[in-house]
């Protein structure tokens, strides 16, 4: 079975820029999930999807950070215009709505 | 969300059984205790959960006590490659549009190195 996928797996960006990272779940999972991982501390739950629609974003900072699963499939989570604090690693993860999460490998975002 | 308590690290010997105890007094009735566990530069890994009862899969173990405060992740057989960062959670569950949801809330875990 084909784990969920990410990328890309590395990015390097000066602060103000854009960047975009995509996602893809697992087959038939209606639920997906993104997650900050600070350095030395565990993953932060930003945004979670059931299908296309939004159930929980209430840790997304929305003045700069946006997500979207237009098809309920693949998602994109963009920073614009990124900060110094936006280094992290972003994890994907989906889920039958109320089952074990499937992570990703993520994807480690260095902001200069 | 209820918290939970880990030492920040502990070794064990390669073959030995790992014993990780975690902290859940505020847990709810109806609150699952998971585990996962990320190695270095990969994603979080589902090991185990459960709500009273023990249980056990081909990972691990886990210990639940009566009174659901506490709980003990066993990994009968450690090897090298179980050396990782190991969340307890205890698993929010929330409704919207007439589906239930979990909610995992990480905290820093428990850093397990197995030595040779």
């Known amino acids: 079975e084909a784990g969920v996928a990410q990328s890309p797996r590395y990015k390097i960006i000066e602060k103000r820029q854009s960047v975009a990272f995509w996602c893809n779940p697992i087959?038939?999972?209606?639920?997906l999930y993104w997650y900050q991982q600070i350095l030395g501390q565990g993953p932060k739950l930003l945004i979670q999807f059931q299908n296309n629609g939004v159930v929980d974003d209430s840790q997304l900072p929305k003045d700069r950070f946006s997500a979207e699963r237009l098809k309920g499939v693949d998602s994109t989570l963009k920073i614009q215009p990124a900060k110094l604090e936006d280094s992290a690693v972003y994890l994907c993860?989906?889920?039958?709505?109320?089952?074990?999460?499937?992570f990703g490998p993520g994807t480690r975002l260095t902001v200069l | 969300d209820a918290k939970t308590t880990q030492p920040p690290s502990m070794d064990c010997a390669e073959g030995r059984a790992a014993n990780l105890p975690c902290n859940h007094s505020t847990i709810s009735g109806n609150e699952y205790v998971y585990w996962y566990r990320q190695i270095h530069s990969q994603g979080p890994q589902y090991i185990i959960h459960g709500l009273k009862n023990n249980e056990t899969n081909e990972m691990a173990s886990l210990i639940i006590t009566e009174d659901r405060k506490s709980s003990t992740l066993i990994l009968p057989h450690a090897t090298l490659r179980d050396t990782a960062v190991y969340y307890c959670i205890v698993r929010l569950r929330f409704n919207a549009g007439g589906t239930s949801y979990g909610k995992l809330t990480f905290g820093q875990g428990t850093i397990l190195t197995v030595h040779p």
């Open positions: 087959s038939g999972h209606a639920t």
């Open positions: 993860a989906s889920s039958f709505p109320y089952n074990e999460q499937f």
